[in-house]
């Protein structure tokens, strides 16, 4: 596993286990192990304010056009020396204590072409230019041309500029509204249509949400907006589909702009010079004062002052019910929109002030904890296309990480830390490195991420999920899609055998000309060379054989011979791994005695000699036998005569524990009990099982070894001599 790759590569250390202890550590003094003295730690320093020249251009101070903070990078845009066109520069700023600046690099060397406007000042003809730089939080930055005919983002890591279209011709006019992540709104005036765009993808058209336009606001995969009713929002989340209630303002004023930064929403009505924010957390409106140009950040908001110079922040981070506290946050500022900006993810505000040098003011207000705010994360993954890929944006930059996987049971299957981040975002991979010989088995798994902020805070955010596996080593009973979905086998009267794939409604392929007193019997991998499992057959003579279960098995192809004699057992059923080597086993009941008998697996693919592991199995049900309690050792569940259900489990050496009772006065009525595998998906072994009416019958199993109650999942199922 790895998080991340070239410069996003994080600082990974794989473990197959449990982490390690921490050993503590004895200072030593002069020889012996003395305690030193305690030491009473220093506060730590408030953070301070940094300023930030551009350097030279022409022989003069360089200045910038365009400003955007976000997730503690700062984009600027300007013309300096020795680059002769307008470019894109970054800075990454530390986002613990003192944001200090680490060194300017390009990230686009040659932006809006056509400013200056060919005469006159820039600025009474470019107003609308000055104010369009804009942050992600993802590492992504956007920006247009001073005529908005089209817009453009550049990523920081991989310094490409994509110009986004979302419709039309260049010559239309088109407007950014809001970004957030992935996704932008952009207005087109002209139509009155607002497009929502995803801004991140390469490939395919942008737009992924057409609407009115109106105010909107973008925070993760939901979209803010005005609702039918004046005061009311609602919001609709372009990934679920799903609109949510209307949020009554309070306001009376149907709101012309909004602004969105987790639980909090800024709203206001220009006509009606109203201004609020709303608190998601209590469900309360917080009266601010309305300015004309407005930033919203975690807890607090930034605006221009009357008074020319002067920004106000307005703290309002204890929530609704609690008054909001204004006061003068920074002075001799250039107010001119664009040139100072406020970062949405956890971080401070930077503007320029009448020189051109920027500056980056922290903001001591206390944030929100720190949360997950969007991801994208593949669903599954093939063993056969490494690697898997995760991305988590959070409310404000990590300081490290924590990455694991675990199979259904909660096994740690690897594991990983990193430091590295793209702003607010986390990226994660994992693939085939550090797994053995063997690949992982298909099937369910689940993923674990865990992150703390860079600012020190103490809280630690979690996100977890579930992905699954294909193409990976075969699952139990899972022999025809590898896809970690176990299956069953049919027999009909008249000789025709199926494999059926529940997980998808299908019968996977079927043979003729079979005897239909012909046992099959689904097996593992018994060549050790190959990841899909076997099927054997015990045919009416009593010969074994094996084939392959992947392909249709046909009676007229010759298959491996693994036995003879077998005529005499009238239940069989395959163990994953009984004895401990890795290898499948059997277990086969002899009729005339009620003998339980293993045949352990080798490593010829083979069988050695049979060994007897059981006595007085007259009258009873041999279900199956699986790790139904996840500690890798193969469990045998059968039912007695009077219904008792008991699971056997295995010790990994060819023994048994001492039975449990699974289900009491259970099966009245079923013809066929089987252990088929995992048929719903959550990683665990199921039961399926056929009653005397056709009906077809599924308990859903559990990571302990248990079953749940039981659901129909098919009919007309009569009509088949056995299944397997």
């Known amino acids: 596993m790895t998080t991340g790759t070239s410069t996003r590569a994080a600082t990974v250390r794989h473990r197959r286990a449990s982490p390690a202890a921490v050993a503590a550590v004895a200072l030593v003094v002069g020889g012996l192990g003395l305690t030193p003295p305690a030491i009473a730690a220093a506060a730590p320093a408030e953070p301070q304010e940094v300023v930030i020249d551009l350097g030279p251009y022409q022989g003069e101070p360089a200045r910038p056009d365009g400003i955007a903070l976000s997730a503690g990078q700062l984009a600027v845009a300007a013309r300096v020396d020795p680059q002769r066109e307008r470019g894109l520069y970054l800075y990454d700023l530390a986002v613990t204590g003192t944001p200090e600046a680490g060194p300017r690099r390009t990230i686009a060397s040659d932006v809006f072409d056509e400013y200056p406007c060919p005469e006159g000042d820039p600025r009474d003809m470019c107003t609308e230019f000055l104010s369009k730089v804009w942050g992600s939080g993802d590492g992504q930055f956007l920006f247009s041309s001073p005529w908005n005919s089209f817009q453009t983002v550049v990523d920081v890591e991989e310094p490409n500029v994509r110009q986004i279209h979302p419709v039309g011709e260049l010559g239309q006019s088109k407007w950014v509204k809001a970004v957030d992540g992935a996704y932008a709104a952009v207005d087109e005036p002209g139509t009155g249509k607002q497009y929502i765009v995803n801004i991140s993808r390469r490939n395919g058209p942008p737009v992924v949400h057409t609407r009115s336009s109106t105010a909107v606001a973008i925070w993760g995969s939901k979209i803010w907006k005005p609702g039918t009713g004046a005061g009311t929002v609602d919001s ?411 699971r056997y489990d295995g010790t990994g050496t060819g023994t048994f524990k001492p039975r449990k009772l699974v289900f009491r006065d259970w099966g009245a009525g079923r013809k066929e009990i089987v252990v088929v595998g995992d048929i719903t998906g959550d990683g665990f072994p199921d039961l399926l099982s056929r009653d005397t009416n056709g009906k077809l019958l599924r308990n859903k199993g559990d990571s302990k070894g248990l079953f749940g109650a039981t659901v129909t999942v098919g009919t007309g199922w009569q009509n088949y001599r056995s299944l397997f």
């Open 236 to 646: 609709y989340d372009l990934e679920t589909k799903a609109n949510s209630p209307e949020v009554k303002l309070g306001s009376g004023c149907r709101p012309d702009e909004l602004q969105s930064v987790g639980r909090w929403l800024h709203w206001s009505c220009r006509d009606h010079r109203k201004a609020g924010v709303w608190d998601h957390a209590t469900g309360k409106n917080i009266p601010v004062a309305f300015g004309d140009d407005v930033q919203l950040g975690d807890g607090f908001l930034v605006r221009a002052g009357n008074v020319k110079g002067t920004l106000l922040l307005t703290d309002f981070h204890k929530g609704g019910g609690s008054a909001a506290v204004t006061s003068t946050f920074a002075n001799g500022v250039d107010t001119w929109p664009g040139l100072w900006s406020v970062d949405r993810y956890g971080g401070h505000v930077a503007f320029a002030d009448a020189s051109g040098r920027i500056h980056v003011k922290p903001v001591t207000v206390p944030r929100s904890p720190l949360s997950v705010v969007h991801s994208t994360i593949q669903p599954s993954v093939s063993a056969l296309r490494w690697p898997w890929r995760g991305e988590w944006r959070f409310s404000r930059p990590t300081a490290s990480r924590t990455f694991a996987v675990r199979d259904a049971y909660g096994r740690l299957f690897d594991e990983g830390t990193g430091t590295e981040r793209t702003g607010a975002l986390v990226r994660a991979t994992w693939d085939e490195s550090d797994m053995g010989p063997r690949w992982p088995v298909s099937g369910a798994y689940s993923w674990t991420v865990g992150a703390r902020p860079a600012d020190g805070a103490a809280e630690l955010a979690r996100s977890e999920g579930t992905l699954r596996l294909v193409d990976g080593w075969a699952a139990y009973r899972d022999a025809s899609n590898n896809d970690g979905y176990g299956e069953f086998y049919s027999m009909t009267t008249t000789g025709k055998v199926a494999v059926h794939h529940l997980a998808g409604g299908t019968r996977s392929w079927a043979t003729t000309g079979w005897d239909p007193r012909t046992l099959v019997i689904p097996y593992g991998s018994n060549t050790g060379d190959e990841p899909r499992s076997d099927v054997l057959l015990r045919t009416p003579d009593g010969n074994l054989y094996r084939a392959p279960g992947a392909n249709p098995i046909d009676p007229a192809r010759p298959h491996h011979l693994m036995g003879k004699g077998w005529q005499g057992f009238d239940a069989i059923t395959y163990s994953p791994d009984f004895t401990g080597d890795g290898r499948p086993d059997l277990f086969a009941r002899q009729a005339s005695t009620g003998f339980l008998f293993l045949y352990r697996g080798n490593s010829r693919a083979g069988l050695d000699p049979a060994v007897k592991v059981g006595s007085g199995w007259k009258g009873w049900t041999i279900i199956g036998a699986a790790d139904l309690t996840g500690d890798g050792h193969g469990d045998l569940l059968a039912r007695d005569a009077g219904g008792e259900v008991w």
